[in-house]
T-cell receptor, first 112, second 116 residues
C-alpha cells in the first residue's frame, strides 16, 4: 500500500530565503508525482507534475526533483515571498484507478 | 491551462436537506472525475472515482446511498449529499483528469458545506 509522507509538517521562514520541502513515498512504481498548493478554504492549485521518466521540473521560482529509486521528491522554492504562504501537498497516483494519494502536507509561512 | 469549475462554493442548509454539488471541466474532456472530502487541518480523503457513463467506485467506508455521484457527460459530474446531517459538514473538492492515467488531475475550488 502506497504511503506518502511530507517533512516538515510546518515551516516558517523570513522573506527572501530559499527553502526545500520534502516528500517521500513507499512504492517507487509511480507514473508521476504532482506538487500542489492549497490556500486556506480553497481548492488545490497544481504547481508541477514530474513524469516518472523525468528527474526535475521547473516553473519560475519553483523546482521539483524526483528520485524514484529512493522514493523521494523535493520542492525547492527560491527567494520566498509572503505570497508563497500556503499548504503544499505532494501526491502520487496509486491503486487500480490511479487515484491520487496525498502526502500529509507542509504548512509554509513566509514572514515579511 | 485546464480549468475545473465547482459550484456552489459555499452552501448552508438545514439538517435533512439534500445538496447537489457540480463539477465541470471547462476546456477539456474529463474521462475520470474524483470527489474528495477534507476536514480542517487534514489532507484530502478520496471518497469516490467516477468514469463517464459508468457507476462510481466508492472508497471503503463511504456510503454510496448517502453520497450519490453522477457522471453523465465528459464535462460534468455531480455529487449529491442526501438527507445531510451536521456530521456531513465539510469541504468537498472535485478533480478531473483526461483519458490517460499519467495525465495530471485538475482541481476545482471546493465547496464548503455547512449543515445546521
Amino acid at each position: 500500500k502506497q504511503e506518502v509522507t511530507q517533512i516538515p509538517a510546518a515551516l516558517s521562514v523570513p522573506e527572501g530565503e530559499n527553502l526545500v520541502l520534502n516528500c517521500s513515498f513507499t512504492d517507487s512504481a509511480i507514473y508521476n508525482l504532482q506538487w500542489f498548493r492549497q490556500d486556506p478554504g480553497k481548492g488545490l492549485t497544481s504547481l508541477l507534475l514530474i513524469q516518472s521518466s523525468q528527474r526535475e521540473q521547473t516553473s519560475g521560482r519553483l523546482n521539483a526533483s524526483l528520485d524514484k529509486s529512493s522514493g523521494r521528491s523535493t520542492l525547492y522554492i527560491a527567494a520566498s515571498q509572503p505570497g508563497d504562504s500556503a499548504t503544499y501537498l505532494c501526491a502520487v497516483p496509486g491503486g487500480a484507478t490511479n487515484k491520487l494519494i496525498f502526502g500529509t502536507g507542509t504548512l509554509l509561512a513566509v514572514q515579511p | 491551462g485546464a480549468v475545473v469549475s465547482q459550484h456552489p462554493s459555499w452552501v448552508i442548509c438545514k439538517s435533512g436537506t439534500s445538496v447537489k454539488i457540480e463539477c465541470r471541466s471547462l476546456d477539456f474532456q474529463a474521462t475520470t472525475m474524483f470527489w474528495y472530502r477534507q476536514f480542517p487541518k487534514q489532507s484530502l480523503m478520496l471518497m469516490a472515482t467516477s468514469n463517464e457513463g459508468s457507476k462510481a467506485t466508492y472508497e471503503q467506508g463511504v456510503e454510496k446511498d448517502k453520497f450519490l455521484i453522477n457522471h453523465a457527460s465528459l464535462t460534468l459530474s455531480t455529487l449529491t449529499v442526501t438527507s445531510a446531517h451536521p456530521e456531513d459538514s465539510s469541504f468537498y473538492i472535485c478533480s478531473a483528469r483526461g483519458d490517460r492515467h499519467n495525465q495530471p488531475q485538475h482541481f476545482g475550488d471546493g465547496t464548503r458545506l455547512s449543515i445546521l
